[in-house]
């Protein structure tokens, strides 16, 4: 059985993991540059496209993004990409908030939550939570890739026409997919049954009488 200094030292792993994967995917979900596009034509400036917005970047540092007009309007990959960042969003949120009071080290305001039981199966359900999260970010992020390869090397266009290309935000939602994915693989492995820390078991007031009177001596017993 796992020590319990081990497992307080994955479920402290796993959860600075969780919260640091939430704010990845945060960033991913919200950042436009998913996808970029530089054309020789206009080379001054050059394009990003995110799940919230268009923008265009000059060369001289000023960007103006325009929002999308309409939700129905959006091309079917990105529609589907924001639907499943969102559901992650609120799966891994939930999920940190889960793991943060299932630690160890933290201290409820119930009493009932401070029960070893409790806490071990806040941290299942928030690496379960976890698991479901990194699988929901790293959907969509490798769906969109696959399609910009798929057409990044259509034969079917024409070679001066413009290709969209990999922009940081899909590389943040790899890292955030793995990162939730090892979050959840720790709180996991740390909500195995541990045995009972000795310092933490009652000395019975029997034995701890006889310890303080020590051995007696012959004179003593004379």
Known sequence: MMKPSDAHLLELLG???????????????????????????????????????????????????????????????????RILMCVALGTGLL?????????????????????PEVKRVMKRVGGALCLATGVLGLLPVSHVAHLTVVRFFDPGVPALVP????????????????????????????????????RDTPIPLARVRSQDRGPRTRDESV
Do not use: N
């Open 95 to 115: 999920g940190a908030l889960l793991a943060v009071p299932g630690t160890h080290a933290v201290t409820a305001c119930d009493p009932r939550l401070e029960d």
């Open 15 to 81: 959860t600075l993991l969780s919260i640091a994967a939430w704010l990845l995917s945060m960033a991913t979900t919200f950042t436009s540059t998913w996808l970029t596009l530089s054309t020789e034509l206009l080379p001054s400036e050059s394009y990003q496209l995110g799940l919230w917005e268009t923008c265009v970047v000059q060369d001289l540092g000023t960007q103006e993004c325009r929002p999308y007009d309409s939700l129905l309007g959006l091309p079917p990959d990105i529609k589907l990409a």
């Open 163 to 198: 290709r969209w290309e990999f922009g940081s935000a899909l590389f943040l939602g790899w890292t955030a997919g793995v990162v939730h994915l090892a979050a959840g693989g720790l709180l996991l492995a740390s909500a195995r049954r541990t045995p009972p820390d000795p």
